[in-house]
């Protein structure tokens, strides 16, 4: 299976999730947007939005954020998989009609998630209510008409999202390892220092504490999605052969 990565900064990389879909059989091809305006063409069976620094709707600054609404609709539209991160679930927002605003309080560091229900996802099966996962964002989102909450916590309520059976949002980052933190750490902003003075230091802490059990979590999910996207690929190509000529 051919996936098509949408990768907005070289600091947020599809890390570990992407290593698991590599040892499934995924093929990644990467649009690393700092490098090239337009996405690499081909024919692709999945895609992943990647986070970023940048708010879902600066198109003035940011053109590319357009097109990749447009390739989540596209995605969408052909019933191929689509799983967006941190700001890739907020551009699957926006593609399909909904606000993206600054969140009450920054979520920075893994903080608890819990399941809003019995999840039919299989990824979401026996996940431990409470179980953190890793968070750097500031915005969040209203959840797009139809679709379904599967994650939440306090502090930002839309952790994670279903539309229909093939498009994925996760304000969280299940793809991070303790080198891709450690970059971020490396962007000491003023305003982090002066609002959160300790946080370099918890975070090395929390990824002690919790980054093991995040990545048997995101193996977990990348073995699921990739599932999805070849049973995809094969209803698709089912339709196209009993198609009449």
Not at 71 to 92: D, M, N, T, W, Y
Not at 135 to 145: A, G
Not at 161 to 190: C, K
Not at 191 to 214: D, K, M, T
Request: proline share 9%; with cysteine.
């Amino acid at each position: 299976m051919d996936i098509l990565v949408v990768q907005h900064v070289e600091a947020d990389p599809v890390g570990i999730l992407g290593r698991y879909l590599e040892v499934k059989g995924a093929w990644l091809h990467t649009w690393l947007v700092p490098q090239r305006p337009t996405p690499p063409y081909g024919h692709y069976d999945g895609l992943i939005v990647l986070g970023g620094p940048m708010n879902a709707c600066e198109d003035d600054n940011f053109p590319h954020l357009a097109r990749v609404a447009e390739l989540i609709r596209e995605f969408h539209s052909q019933g191929k998989p689509v799983l967006g991160i941190c700001l890739g679930a907020q551009l699957i927002a926006r593609a399909f009609g909904s606000r993206v605003y600054q969140n009450e309080v920054p979520e920075l560091g893994f903080t608890p998630l819990f399941p809003t229900a019995s999840p039919e996802e299989p990824w979401l099966q026996d996940y431990p209510p409470g179980m953190p996962m890793m968070q750097w964002h500031f915005d969040t989102f209203d959840l797009p008409v139809g679709a379904k909450l599967l994650l939440t916590n306090s502090a930002c309520k839309n952790q994670a999202f279903r539309i229909g059976s093939n498009i994925y949002g996760l304000q969280f980052h299940p793809e991070v390892t303790p080198q891709i933190v450690m970059d971020w750490i490396a962007f000491n902003t003023e305003w982090i220092e002066a609002n959160y003075p300790n946080l370099f230091e918890q975070l090395r802490e929390q990824l002690v504490l919790h980054w093991v059990q995040s990545a048997q979590f995101t193996e977990k999910l990348a073995n699921a999605w990739y599932d999805q996207v070849v049973t995809s690929a094969q209803t698709r190509s089912l339709l196209q052969q009993s198609s009449p000529i």
